[in-house]
């Protein structure tokens, strides 16, 4: 096995596990804008807000989802 691999893997799995408790904690809150600009061109922006209290949240919760679902 290439000596590379293993920490290769261990990076991604880490990326993938981060990305999949990001969303599931409803993290990242998305708001859209419809604005009229000064030359009155309509123009939509989009703001977005993380709310890292949730993700720490949906972290320190885990022992009493994986309880419920062995109940």
Known sequence: MHVFFK???LLCILILLFSWVF???NTLE???EKIITSTGMPQQRTRYVF???RFSA???NTPD???K???
């Open 7 to 9: 920490p290769v893997l």
């Open 69 to 71: 679902l062995f109940k």
């Open 65 to 67: 989802r994986i309880g």
């Open 58 to 60: 949906y972290i320190t």
């Open 23 to 25: 969303v599931r904690s």
């Open 30 to 32: 998305t708001t859209t």
């Open 51 to 53: 709310h890292w209290d």
